[in-house]
Every structure is written in structure tokens, then in C-alpha cells.
């Protein structure tokens, strides 16, 4: 059984509306370490979590007590497991090709039936239309994935057809309007821009000032001719997620010697609440 099963409080709760009370574990007496514990430094060591590493087995080979993982969860606020913690590398593969399925066009307004041209936004979902094959007799169509007006970047799904780096595409605006795009650049949606950075990995705005004055950066359009400055590093979906796994892979870890004081300290918590 479970520490928390043990010694959290419980409640008498009505769970179906039916007048019947069922005793329940009090999860809304939710339990952080205090701000002046987590700062006494000398009580922490630092962990970098393995490939495969669980709060579980955490704790399970540091405080020989396997359900004492919500300990190696509290020490570093970790309110979900699933966000907040490194994944392993077949979860995160999962986890990217769910989030950045499809293309990505990277494309330019060329019409808007009815109006002079301007940038539009495109309603997930959306219908996209692009060039019949003469020699399949398919025309290629889409649905849009998700669309970024910063970057002009359309991500579709669904693909039927062949959409190809100069052709013409067609869709609705989410204002009702036609909108014929053309297509500068395709990539795998996961292989796509993020962001772009310096060569010390800083950020760098796309459309910010240039050392020339007077003169904007468009970083983008470079990205879509292929042209982008060598001083500037281009980083993908896939490896912005990368990044972003490895920063949770650093975690602070109470020494085990610590770990009784805190359970006496968090008993009279819990006894206070009952």
C-alpha cells in the first residue's frame, strides 16, 4: 500500500449523486515542500534522469521505498508526469509525429477573390486544393493541419496527389474568402522551422533590425530560398523538442538522510487536516 494511501486524509463524497457517501483519498490536500526546505541547497543533489528513469524507480533505488516517488516529483514542483518529466526517445518519437503530423508548405499569397492580396488565416480542417496530374488524373488535395501567419507555414494532412515546390494552391480563408497560394517550400512537418537562433543559441526575431540601418531582417523568406546567413542557425520542430526533453533531464533529488524528517513534518500536516 501505498504512503499516500496510508496517511493522506480522506473524505466522505458523494461520487454518483445518488445520497450513497463513499470514503475517498483527499486529493485536494495537495502537497508541495516548503519554499525555505527546497533552499537549503545541502539537502539536494543534483540527478540528471536516464532514459527509462521513473519517480518510482527513483526512489525505489534511493529511498528503497518505490511509492516515496511523489518526493522525487515535489523536490523539482512537478505537477505532471506527463508534461513536466523527460520522456523516453520512443515517447518523444510518438509524441513529435502526434504534434507535428503532415507537410508543411511555406507558401506566398498570390489572389484573394475579391480583394487585393493580403495575409489570411486558414481554419484547421480546411479544404486544400493544388494542381491535377494529367498523367495520374489526381488532383491534389489536403486538409489543413494547422497554419502560422508568421512563418506563412501551412501544414496539411490527409495528402491525395502531389503537391509540389512552385505550384498554385486554393483554399477557403477562415473570413469565406478564395485564396490562391503559391508554394515556395515543403518539408516534413516535424523537419520544419521552429525558430531561429544565433550561434550562442540565443533566439532571434525573423523580422527583426539588420546591421544595416534602416533595413528589417526577414529571415524567413531567406529560410524559404534557401538563403539564410550562415551566422544564423535554423532550428527544426524535431530539434526544438529535442531541446526542451533534454532541459527536464536535470531534476534535484532530496538525500535519503532527509527523507524521514520530511514524512514526520508532512504526518502533522495530514493529522491537522483530519
Request: glycine share 8%; proline share 3%; aromatic share 10%.
Amino acid at each position: 500500500m501505498s504512503y499516500f494511501r496510508k496517511n493522506f486524509p480522506k473524505v466522505r463524497y458523494d461520487t454518483l449523486g445518488d445520497g450513497n457517501r463513499k470514503t475517498m483519498i483527499d486529493i485536494t490536500r495537495a502537497f508541495k515542500l516548503r519554499d525555505e526546505v527546497k533552499e537549503q541547497g545541502t539537502i539536494f543533489f543534483n540527478y540528471i534522469v536516464k532514459d527509462g528513469d521513473r519517480p518510482d524507480t527513483i526512489a525505489s533505488k534511493l529511498y528503497d521505498q518505490e511509492d516515496l516517488h511523489w518526493l522525487v516529483l515535489a523536490a523539482n514542483d512537478i505537477q505532471s508526469l506527463y508534461h513536466e518529466w523527460p520522456k523516453t526517445q520512443p515517447e518523444l518519437d510518438k509524441y513529435v509525429s502526434k504534434k507535428y503530423q503532415g507537410s508543411s508548405l511555406f507558401v506566398t499569397t498570390t489572389s484573394v477573390k475579391g480583394q487585393d492580396v493580403s495575409r489570411k488565416s486558414f481554419d484547421v480542417g480546411s479544404h486544400v486544393t493544388g494542381a491535377y496530374d494529367e498523367i495520374s488524373g489526381i488532383t491534389a488535395e489536403a486538409k489543413v493541419f494547422s497554419w502560422d501567419g508568421n512563418f506563412d507555414e501551412l501544414a496539411i494532412t490527409g495528402s491525395t496527389g502531389t503537391f509540389t515546390q512552385g505550384d498554385s494552391i486554393q483554399i477557403i480563408s477562415s473570413d469565406g474568402l478564395l485564396v490562391t497560394e503559391s508554394i515556395d517550400k515543403i518539408v516534413d512537418h516535424t523537419d520544419a522551422l521552429h525558430h531561429f537562433e544565433d550561434s550562442n543559441g540565443n533566439y532571434i526575431d525573423p523580422f527583426g533590425a539588420t546591421a544595416s540601418a534602416g533595413l528589417q531582417a526577414d529571415y524567413v523568406q531567406n529560410y524559404k530560398d534557401n538563403n539564410v546567413p550562415s551566422t544564423v542557425s535554423i532550428r527544426t520542430n524535431r530539434e526544438y523538442e529535442d531541446d526542451v526533453n533534454e532541459s527536464k533531464r536535470s531534476i534535484k533529488l532530496l538525500q535519503s538522510d532527509f527523507v524521514e524528517p520530511i514524512l514526520r513534518d508532512l504526518g502533522g500536516i495530514f493529522s491537522n487536516g483530519r
